[in-house]
């Protein structure tokens, strides 16, 4: 069993480091291969052969073809994107099956129980994962406290007399933020021949928060139908900071059933940790005993389902 999984780590090692590397060394023959291939594609300009775009979700080969059969897979690479990461699926997924490997090793090294060693290992196979949810989070939260400026700032190019593409450089060339350079991206694809609702809509897939949604909604609705859109982008704007506020105040009133619901979270682990340093008996029994294995699991799944618990009371969706 112990030699099963050292080579299941050692292959897990192997692949991580192979996708990095093509991860670095490729990005330039990928910049190439593009070049080349738009260069023949203005050579044969009257072809009419269809070009269908299949995303890479991994440096290697076969490792990419497996990931291309398995279902969600496309929703595990948009987090990906909206979190502003450039590694593709296949290195994250190799980066937690070898975080889950060290930890269920360390844990056969220890001489702990294999239920534990497993929890373990799935417990930080998991690391990689939170930290994608962590920087999507903070990403989307930066989006957000620059978005309404954005949006006032395109109402009043609209009323100087700017069309929408023009307000849109304008917004790129004046800020340095996430919204500048999500709308540089639009402009981009615009450019390269896409069409501009279309590529307006694209923003979705790399920030997905309900006041974009409302943006694009009414930018496609202003331009089939007509109207003032610079005042329609005013009113838009107070809206989406009417909703800012009242999350600021949603979140100052659940300020302490929250912080309440993290402490009562992390008190048990530092009182295992206080209990092993002074008692390291009570909490080996835990851990080597089968009955301490069982009452560890329990106490674990109390401790999530009642986190789990207290998060859901306190958030309210807008």
Do not use: W
């Not at 060394?25 to 052969?49: C, K, M, P, V, W």
């Not at 991206?185 to 920030?207: D, H, M, T």
């Not at 809206?239 to 300020?255: C, F, P, S, Y």
């Amino acid at each position: 069993m112990i030699i099963f999984f050292c080579i299941l780590a050692f292959f897990s090692v192997l692949f991580l480091t192979l996708s990095a590397s093509n991860m670095i060394h490729g990005s330039q023959d990928r910049f190439y291969a593009r070049i080349a291939e738009r260069l023949n594609g203005s050579a044969r300009q009257n072809s009419t052969l269809p070009i269908e775009k299949k995303e890479r979700l991994s440096d290697l080969a076969f490792f990419d073809r497996i990931l291309h059969h398995v279902i969600g897979v496309n929703k595990l690479q948009a987090v990906l994107t909206q979190a502003g990461l450039t590694f593709t699926l296949g290195t994250f997924v190799l980066t937690s099956l070898l975080f889950g490997a060290l930890a269920f090793f360390c844990g056969i090294i220890l001489q702990v129980n294999l239920i534990v060693a497993f929890a373990g290992a799935s417990l930080f196979a998991v690391f990689p994962s939170f930290h994608v949810y962590l920087r999507r989070k903070d990403r989307m939260k930066k989006f957000s406290s620059h978005f309404p400026d954005a949006i006032g700032a395109l109402a009043s190019s609209l009323r100087a007399g700017y069309s929408l593409q023009m307000a849109l450089e304008s917004i790129v060339s004046e800020g340095g933020d996430i919204v500048a350079g999500e709308f540089s991206q639009v402009l981009s694809e615009f450019e390269i021949g896409k069409n501009f609702e279309e590529a307006l809509k694209g923003i979705l897939n790399r920030v997905d928060i309900p006041e974009l949604r409302l943006f694009i909604s009414a930018v496609v609705l202003q331009r089939e139908t007509g109207g003032n859109l610079a005042e329609l982008l005013d009113n838009l704007e107070s809206v989406i900071r009417d909703r800012m506020q009242l999350r600021r105040e949603l979140k100052a009133a659940t300020a302490q059933a929250r912080f309440s619901g993290v402490v009562l979270s992390l008190l048990p682990i530092f009182v295992g940790i206080f209990i092993m340093i002074i008692h390291p008996d009570y909490v080996l029994f835990f851990v080597r005993e089968s009955i301490g294995t069982k009452l560890l699991m329990g106490c674990f799944l109390g401790q999530v389902l009642g986190f789990l618990s207290i998060q859901r009371i306190v958030h309210i969706e807008l």
